[in-house]
T-cell receptor, first 112, second 115 residues
Framework: SQQGEEDPQALSIQEGENATMNCSYK?????LQWYRQNSGRGLVHLIL?????REKHSGRLRVTLDTSKKSSSLLITASRAADTASYFC????????????FGDGTTLTVKP | NAGVMQNPRHLVRRRGQEARLRCSPM?????VYWYRQLPEEGLKFMVY????????ESGMPKERFSAEFPKEGPSILRIQQVVRGDSAAYFC?????????????FGEGSWLTVV
């Protein structure tokens, strides 16, 4: 498997439910970031979590990082139809913020 | 403050033609990164540039692809003699510094279709 691999590949839920997406990686990292991409659009940065942090919150988003298991999770609470998008995790291994390794993403569909 | 600007948004080229994709970083950002996204996949790093310098091109295909970031003007990703496999979305990102604690900001992408 590749660095920054998301699971599941696709997730379909009803509006109001919570959505959890997971990301696993192989090597040591400086930080891990989650992005959202609407179909045909660019990436929107959601959250950055550093390797010495375990959890971060931003609005309805909660990200955890377990460096011992080399994994991260993104939880979206009280989902909305507008949350429908692909979600990617990206790891940064060294001091170069721009050279990130992305997974293939989780496609989230929130049904109204 | 305008974001990262990419153009064209959509480009159609016949096999064998050249494609030129342009990227203007956010104001004050001197670091530019290009990524490629194939259908149903994540982004793959291609190249990292600062003004007039290529810093890391480890993700660039060895042939037909080149990138530049001149002293004046946008960064250019150039693909010569395009083939069908080059059809993808090409994203540019920029950051103010190289520090890994910084967020990088992505443009809306350029979608290349080779027919």
């Amino acid at each position: 498997s590749q660095q920054g691999e998301e699971d599941p590949q696709a997730l379909s839920i009803q509006e109001g439910e919570n959505a959890t997406m997971n990301c696993s990686y192989k090597t040591s990292i400086n930080n891990l970031q989650w992005y959202r991409q609407n179909s045909g659009r660019g990436l929107v940065h959601l959250i950055l979590i550093r390797s010495n942090e375990r959890e971060k919150h931003s609005g309805r988003l909660r990200v955890t990082l377990d460096t011992s298991k080399k994994s991260s999770s993104l939880l979206i609470t009280a989902s909305r139809a507008a949350d429908t998008a692909s979600y990617f995790c990206a790891t940064v291994r060294n001091t170069n913020a721009g050279k990130s390794t992305f997974g293939d993403g989780t496609t989230l569909t929130v049904k109204p | 403050n305008a974001g990262v600007m990419q153009n064209p948004r959509h480009l159609v080229r016949r096999r064998g033609q050249e494609a030129r994709l342009r990227c203007s970083p956010m104001k004050g950002h001197s670091h530019v990164y290009w990524y490629r996204q194939l259908p149903e996949e994540g982004l793959k790093f291609m190249v990292y540039l600062q003004k007039e310098n290529i810093i890391d091109e480890s993700g660039m295909p060895k042939e037909r692809f080149s990138a530049e970031f001149p002293k004046e003007g946008p960064s250019i990703l150039r693909i010569q003699q395009v083939v069908r496999g080059d059809s993808a979305a090409y994203f540019c990102a920029s950051s103010p510094t190289v520090y890994s604690g910084n967020t990088i900001y992505f443009g809306e992408g350029s979608w290349l279709t080779v027919v």
